[in-house]
């Protein structure tokens, strides 16, 4: 059978998917096209490190990806070996590791920002995917035997977030007109999946056409993922990537993905979609600059900012005035002391399941909250001082400590004032407040109880908050400076068919 014909070679770059990634996840894919020193017959952008080619080029093929794509970490890479091994990633890659001292696993995941998961491929399916509230993603390295071994199932779960609330994205991968396999291969995937016989298209006796990217849909739909895109390319007949097929030696490019942190290197490329439906190629030209938020909650929380769900981060990114409507239901303590506090800290009245209102002015010096609860207003105002959040609310000023544990912003009491006077710290442990997101809805608890007053006030409820609103952290325009002091957080032929097996190596 004749070899198809190439497709042009792209000068443009890298690909960046046109997909519904959520707020804050980034993902690329490189091509031959990009910057790199390799000769032929890498040339010229190899990335791979054991595929014969000079450690010296793919190291300086790598940093000049991590330049060209303002990655704000080096990927972490790993030796792929056809398996269905995970790599958890707590650390950025180092790029005077010996390639042998790279963590032999198929797929990476992270729920770090800045860490940057990264597979290696050329005709083998990279698979990238990212949870709904854009707080997890992963890479996935799949060739027949990591599909059939269950890679895919295997980095499915160590994602917290349900298959349904998650998104995958197929990449760039050999397609089934150009992927000849014998009988071993489609047995193995029938065994478990009889169904998978709609990937397989006889040629010759004891061999298939087999559409991998078919494969993965099945087992990504078994597994209750519904929301699935890319897929479509060809690797062997696509001269913008490596193909171990159609020519050998050759060199390796990467499928990347990771959640961006919320002071973004300038020059990352903007993720805008493509009008062409796949991919958008870019340029070095395409590069602007990102500038970071001063906004109060995205300064104080840094990087753990963007593990918050869609509903929240929109909420604490939001600038100039905001209003918004919900639901809430209030409980109030019955001592007299308790009654007295209420008071004081200006604390609304009982009432379920009632109507509720929220204003929030902010800008880079603080926000001020006006709550409308029924008819009863409570406002306060927060700024940030020493890496803490400081909310005054009537007569009491209360100092928080932040932190994001499992999607959620917690507000944990640091210290309190009263007119200025310091109170005991521990009277307060009972102060803390919690948002979320559920449903598609923010979501918010807050509960004060004292030693002696016993329960203060407990009140929850929810808020419709747009998620697609302000999701991206702006500089101030007026350039305002704290007003409270600085914050100091400060067979092998080549051609496409007549080969049986897979026909590829490790890291392929």
């Not at 042009?8 to 519904?20: I, R």
């Not at 190899?46 to 991590?66: H, I, K, S, T, W």
């Not at 004891?206 to 929301?227: E, F, I, K």
């Not at 929220?358 to 406002?379: C, K, L, N, P, Q």
């Amino acid at each position: 059978m004749a070899e198809p014909p190439l497709a042009a070679p792209s000068t443009a770059g890298a690909l960046l998917p046109d997909f519904a990634w959520p707020p804050g996840v980034r993902a690329a894919v490189t091509t031959r096209g990009m910057p790199g020193v390799s000769p032929s017959p890498f040339d010229a952008c190899n990335l791979g490190a054991r595929c014969g080619d000079a450690p010296a080029n793919v190291a300086a093929n790598r940093a000049a990806l991590r330049e060209f794509l303002a990655l704000p970490s080096e990927p972490v890479w790993l030796r792929q070996v056809h398996g269905t091994a995970v790599e958890v990633l707590d650390l950025p890659g180092n790029p005077a590791r010996d390639a042998h001292d790279d963590p032999m696993a198929d797929a990476a995941y992270s729920d770090r920002p800045g860490l940057v998961c990264a597979v290696q491929t050329a005709d083998c399916l990279p698979l990238l995917i990212a949870s709904d509230d854009g707080g997890e993603v992963a890479a996935v390295h799949a060739g027949w035997r990591g599909l059939a071994a269950g890679v895919i199932e295997a980095t499915l779960a160590r994602f917290r977030a349900p298959p349904q609330r998650l998104r995958v994205w197929l990449g760039p991968a050999i397609a089934a007109t150009s992927y000849e396999v014998g009988d071993e291969v489609r047995a193995a995937f029938l065994e478990r999946d009889p169904g998978a016989t709609e990937a397989f298209t006889a040629t010759r006796p004891g061999h298939w056409l087999c559409d991998l990217y078919t494969l993965a849909r099945r087992r990504l739909q078994s597994a209750g993922v519904g929301r699935v895109g890319g897929g479509g390319l060809d690797t062997f007949t696509d001269a913008r990537f490596y193909s171990h097929r159609r020519e050998r030696p050759t060199g390796r490019f990467a499928s990347l993905i990771w959640i961006e942190p919320v002071a973004p290197p300038a020059g990352r490329h903007d993720g805008s979609s493509s009008p062409a439906g796949l991919t958008q190629e870019y340029s070095p030209a395409t590069t602007r600059p990102a500038s970071r938020s001063r906004l109060v909650f995205p300064t104080l929380l840094g990087d753990a900012f963007a593990r918050l769900p869609p509903t929240v981060r929109a909420l604490h990114l939001a600038r100039g005035l905001s209003r918004y409507h919900g639901r809430v239901t209030i409980r109030r303590g019955g001592s007299a002391l308790a009654r007295l506090c209420a008071l004081v800290t200006g604390m609304p009245p009982a009432m379920s399941d009632a109507p509720l209102g929220v204003d929030i002015r902010a800008t880079g010096r603080s926000e001020e909250w006006t709550r409308h609860f029924d008819g009863h207003r409570m406002r306060s105002r927060l700024w940030r001082r020493n890496r803490r959040l400081c909310e005054r609310l009537g007569l009491v000023t209360f100092r928080f400590a932040l932190r994001v544990d499992r999607g959620a912003l917690r507000w944990q009491v640091d210290s309190v004032r009263a007119l200025g006077i310091p109170l005991p710290a521990r009277w307060f442990r009972g102060v803390r407040a919690r948002e979320w997101e559920s449903e598609g809805r923010y979501h918010f608890e807050v509960a004060a109880a004292l030693p002696l007053a016993g329960e203060l006030v407990h009140y929850a409820g929810w808020l419709a908050v747009d998620p697609h609103r302000n999701t991206t952290p702006r500089a101030d325009e007026d350039g305002e400076e704290e007003i409270d002091g600085p914050d100091d957080d400060g067979d092998d032929s080549g051609s496409a068919h007549h080969h049986d097996g897979d026909g590829f190596d490790a890291d392929d």
